[in-house]
């Protein structure tokens, strides 16, 4: 059969060993052992994809499909796993239904006989899906409680690095570069400056903005300084020196880089964010300032 790949890890397998290259592997091997042909150039990958991603968040899957739609040629698709098309059984269910609807095939090099209508084979493959789902469920369910676990002691869950501060070691520190730019900010604030005039003063004098993220989870410099990126700074307890995660509130001084009441700056951030959709909208404009 002439075949195509599809391969994907998440965030969520970082400790598991199938990584694409060799999911890659497996699917070349599976074909020459059963004579199937499946060109290296027809394997499409999603790498930093949650197997719970709806279809819209498939860039590759949705490639393969529009693909295959196109070339009548292509008699099927090969996964290594059930769990690596997904890790939902509503999405699984529908990529097999697109392919079936289209006469094509899906093959799994750990699983035989994926998309058989043999009622047991359909049920089998129902059970597959709803056990690689709790998986997942309990997967995401350690990892939140180990970040709780570790914001209780004080310490930096993970995520994006707010603006002002550096990750050493995965804990937080201040970064002397960027924090007298957070201080600049809220004085700025203090003495009446709207988010949007804020923005503008720092875009003026040429300062590089925070990261922020792409497609595919990559950060990458915004451009310029806008008034959603002032308001999120101004409206962020760690540059009090308060660490949080979900419930989890836990004092930090030694992070703090301004003083004074956040949760009254925090309540007139929220005033800048209003004005500064209603000035957007006065010009016309829709998205950031």
């Known amino acids: 059969m002439n075949l195509v790949g ?7 397998r970082q400790k598991e060993a199938e990584t694409i290259g060799k999911q890659i592997f497996d699917l070349n091997k599976y074909c020459q052992d059963n004579g199937h042909v499946m060109p290296p150039d027809l394997v499409f990958c999603e790498e930093g994809v949650s197997g719970s991603d709806g279809m819209d968040d ?15 040629e292509i008699d099927g698709i090969l996964i290594y796993q059930l769990d690596r098309l997904a890790r939902d059984i509503v999405i699984q269910e529908r990529f097999i239904q697109d392919c079936q609807k289209m006469g094509k095939r899906l093959l799994s090099v750990a699983e035989p006989d994926l998309d058989s209508t043999d009622p047991t084979r359909v049920l089998i493959r129902h059970l597959l899906g709803a056990v690689s789902q709790y998986e997942k469920g309990n997967i995401a369910r350690r990892m939140t409680g180990g970040k709780l676990k570790k914001a209780r002691s004080g310490g930096f869950v993970g995520g994006a690095v707010p603006y002002g501060y550096r990750s050493v070691l995965g804990e937080l520190q201040v970064d002397g570069d960027k924090s007298p730019v957070v201080s600049e900010i809220f004085r700025l ?8 005039e804020i923005a503008r003063i720092l875009n003026l004098r040429g300062i590089p903005p925070p990261l922020s993220y792409s497609g595919g989870g990559k950060r990458k410099l915004s451009g310029y300084w806008t008034h959603k990126t002032v308001g999120n700074i101004l409206n962020n307890q760690i540059y009090w020196g308060v660490s949080g995660f979900k419930s989890v509130v836990v004092e930090r001084p030694d992070l703090a880089i301004v003083s004074g ?14 004005r500064g959709e209603e000035a957007l909208m006065k010009m016309g404009l829709k998205g950031d300032v």
């Open 261 to 274: 009441d956040g949760n009254v700056v925090r309540r007139k951030v929220v005033v800048g964010y209003s």
């Open 189 to 196: 604030h203090h003495n009446g400056e709207s988010l949007s």
């Open 6 to 12: 599809y391969a994907r890890v998440s965030t969520l």
């Open 58 to 72: 498939r860039p590759a899957m949705n490639a393969l499909l529009d693909y295959m739609a196109l070339h009548a």
